[in-house]
């Protein structure tokens, strides 16, 4: 996927104004509009431009774009990095294509998994708006359950219409067996109110940091497990880790490398828990010594026939 400079598509400075971006937007929309222009690529270039007005015009795409852009220039290959969109605090509206827009892989990539929290308060109320925000948290707070300060980064618009980032933490309760993709509101930490009304609501989409050894599946939780060509084998009891810590694993003769072993309730708590499943990975050792090569050629002769490729040739 392509990195997408929307000011280089509008012709605008990276500091340009949300009036210099309008009028850019205009006159190039009047340019390559379908049932006016005559250019022979109208159709795909007035989605280019569409698209990057809709990100440089909105204070809060814009802040998070420029962000995740510092890195990249156009046409340069993008992934987003892991967790990018964490600890932005955005208006509680869908990020995704509005209107029946058909946006890219680029634009959904940035935007199009946002919560959906609009819609909550009639226009006339003068209840401020809600907001959302994704946050990652370790996998063991989510097993024991914790309080957490966060910081969220909340795009601010000044008098000139430039955005910048302010910060503000929060201390958030994270309940015990909360899962990823779960929100958690927090009652008035939304937009102000008006006139006296009272201020609205902040979503947390909960998202797992990336651990070193487990990932998780919903409430299942999944474990590579090295063991050893003689534990698969013969057998053996090993300790293994979990989020909610090391336990006695056995294995049972003859496993496979792929092998899953069920630990029945040990995933995320829940009503009922999740399980946790270590997948066995068979670990052979380095032949580095003379008594290591021997080992592996008294193991060869005590397997004349066995191939383990075999079956490429039935």
Do not use: C
């Amino acid at each position: 996927m392509e990195f997408k400079d929307y000011y280089a598509t509008l012709g605008v400075d990276r500091s340009a104004s949300a009036e210099e971006i309008k009028r850019a937007y205009r006159k190039l929309a009047r340019k390559y509009h379908p049932d006016v222009s005559k250019e022979a690529d109208a159709e795909a270039r007035f989605k280019e431009v569409s698209e990057a007005h809709e990100v440089l015009s909105d204070p809060e795409k814009r802040a998070a774009y420029d962000e995740v852009g510092q890195r990249y220039q156009r046409g340069q290959e993008f992934q987003p990095p892991p967790g990018w969109d964490s600890g932005y605090e955005f208006s509680g509206r869908d990020f995704g294509a509005e209107g029946g827009m058909d946006f890219s892989d680029f634009f959904e990539s940035l935007f199009g998994r946002a919560a959906r929290h609009a819609g909550r308060r009639g226009p006339m109320q003068a209840a401020g708006g809600d907001h959302h925000a994704k946050i990652l948290i370790d996998l063991e707070d989510a097993y024991r359950g914790a309080r957490r300060t966060i910081s969220l980064r909340v795009p601010v618009t000044d008098a000139q219409g430039g955005t910048t980032l302010r910060e503000r933490q929060l201390d958030v309760n994270i309940p015990k067996g909360v899962r990823e993709g779960q929100h958690l509101r927090l009652a008035g930490q939304g937009g102000p109110g008006f006139g006296g009304g009272p201020p609205g609501d902040l979503y947390l989409e909960i998202a797992f940091r990336p651990h070193p050894h487990f990932r998780v599946d919903s409430r299942d939780v999944y474990l590579d497990l090295p063991v050893t060509p003689w534990e698969a084998a013969l057998g053996a009891t090993v300790a293994a880790p979990t989020p909610d810590g090391r336990v006695q694993l056995a294995i049972p003769s003859g496993s496979a490398s792929g092998r899953r072993l069920r630990l029945k309730g040990k995933g995320l708590p829940g009503h009922p828990p999740g399980d946790m499943y270590a997948v066995l990975n068979i670990v052979a050792p380095p032949a580095t010594t003379d008594a290591a090569k021997d080992a592996y050629a008294a193991l060869a002769r005590a397997f004349p026939r066995f191939d383990p490729r075999g079956a490429w040739e039935a």
